[in-house]
């Protein structure tokens, strides 16, 4: 697989994300703390961590499909 279908196929992968899910997982990615994304978001920093998680699987899912 290429480089650019890679990112072809991570673009699509992301497009599945929920709002909440892309949110969070851009969120984190950009370095803030579970906590400081629930803090801005009015969730617990658990909630966020579920978002992430369930972002990093539905990814997963995805490109091992």
């Known amino acids: 697989m290429t480089r650019a279908e890679l990112r072809l ?22 370095g803030y703390t579970q906590q400081e994304i629930g803090d801005a978001c009015g969730v617990s920093q658990q909630a966020i961590g579920y978002r992430i998680g369930g972002a990093i699987g539905r990814i997963q899912e995805y490109l091992d499909a």
């Open 9 to 30: 196929d991570l673009e699509a992968a992301l497009r599945r994300l929920t709002p909440k899910q892309g949110e969070a997982l851009g969120a984190w990615l950009a």
